[in-house]
């Protein structure tokens, strides 16, 4: 099957490139076709409209270029989307894991009756019912900011 089509190949080669092809009939009603005209038999001229190869390669090396473009605006489209995707999960991640940390604190907050900071110097500053009542907002803040879907 290899060896038909590469005789075909060649045959098309060889008339695409031929300037002038030769048709004529032997004595056993053969007939031939050659670029050389035989030198004792009447043969005829065969016009060959072969398109010029010069047009094909340059309207073929366009087209080339234009699929190369597109293949390559898809490429970029993947990656972009891919990266995209990507920073998308890491965000959420990042709020889940900051839903869990405010959940926690909120929890802390109100089940813990005293609440204090600890003081460069080491002591402990004790917060008041007030202080308290603003942390735990402060708290419910970030649960609201952090575990809420957008």
């Not at 001229?45 to 072969?50: D, R, S």
């Not at 002591?123 to 575990?147: H, M, P, S």
């Amino acid at each position: 099957m290899r060896l038909i089509t590469l005789l075909f190949t060649l045959i098309f080669v060889v008339f695409a490139h031929a300037g002038q092809v030769y048709k004529w009939t032997d004595e056993s009603g053969q007939t031939h076709f050659s670029q050389f005209p035989p030198a004792q038999t009447q043969a005829d001229k065969v016009e060959v409209n072969a398109p010029s190869s010069s047009k094909n390669a340059a309207a073929a090396n366009e087209k080339l270029q234009k699929v190369r473009q597109q293949l390559q605006e898809q490429a970029v489209d993947r990656v972009t989307e891919s990266e995209d995707e990507k920073l998308a999960a890491l965000e959420e991640q990042r709020m889940a894991e900051n839903c869990k940390k405010a959940k926690q604190r909120l929890l802390d907050l109100k089940n813990n009756g005293r609440i204090f900071k600890t003081l460069e110097n080491g002591e402990r500053e004790w917060y008041d019912e007030k202080g308290r009542a603003n942390l735990i907002a402060n708290a419910q803040k970030d649960v609201d900011k952090y575990c809420s879907k957008k």
